[in-house]
């Protein structure tokens, strides 16, 4: 199994530990073995340990070490925010984010959709097993 | 006594450091116009002679001089602070009750009472919890408020609440051995029209939003997997 995900200047990555968690960043250059040099539009530039980073599908075309205007330019061309959130990784951590903030008033109207659900789901079923039984 | 002032007197002699003032004596005396009030009253001060005391009533020696010298129990002044009221917790807002006879009911708080406990409602009609006095501490307040501005609650406060005292009767031997003839302690008609009078307006504005109704009916639990730390309410 080749690996696809390579770190590279441009790497989109999602950061797995730490106070940006869950921010979406930028490999802009490799310091070392371990680490790299991360950037993301609303953050200051700086280094962090790739144990720190969980790679993603995308990649933005960028000089190493760009400007800061030079790397929101790339990432608005790219749309990584965008095929961010439509990638199935990206909505399930919407999803997520969605559920832990959840009101209890929230909750209680999920369980009467969910039941409504439900309801109907199994109407149809028994519907379509008449039909087949006849 | 002299009368007292409604303003607290302001200093006429401002600090140069602490401890030292601005103006010596003599431009005190001058400033606070103690010479004007001298020349008024024709050069002395104004006194007032202490007003005659009426003869204070002859006290009578003590029955009982206890044995060895009792000791006064020392006086105390402290106030209790009223009972803060927590941030989450406004008119209008639905609790969950945590224990008691309503324990996981979902209710509304009206307001919180000089005592310190929280006036709280069903609706009675739509879980059965009437008007009812709760502590804080056994309440979680959630963020889904309802609108209470039609609500007149002025007239509840904790003596509303109080007991009714009850003469107890002498009972004859004979009324001993017979069975206790207390019948079930009725609710007065006043208090049901005061529950249906402030759950009147609170059901209208409840039945405009979707399903609160039916949330506030139900009664709340934990179930599986759910992480009361991490639930938000």
Redesign the interface.
Known sequence: MPFKRYVEIGRVALVNYGKDYGKLVVIVDVVDQNRALVDAPDMVRGQMNFKRLQLTDFKIDIPRVPKKKTLIEAMEKADVKNKWENSSWGKKLIVQKKR??????DR??IM?AKIKKAGVVRQELAKLKKENAS | MAAKRKTPVKTRNPDLIRGVGKYSRSKMYHKRGLWAIKAKNGGAFPRHDPKPKAPAAAEKPPKFYPAEDVKKPLLNKRKPKPTKLRASITPGTVLILLAGRFMGKRVVFLKQLTSGLLLVTGPFKINGVPLRRVNQSYVIATSTKVDISGVIVDKFDDKYFAKEVEKRKKKTEGEFFEAEKEDKKKLPEDKKEDQKAVDASLIKSIEGVPDLKAYLAARFSLKSGMKPHELVF
Not at chain 1, 100 to 105: E, H, R, T
């Open positions: 832990a903030s959840l009101n209890d008033f209680f109207k009467l």
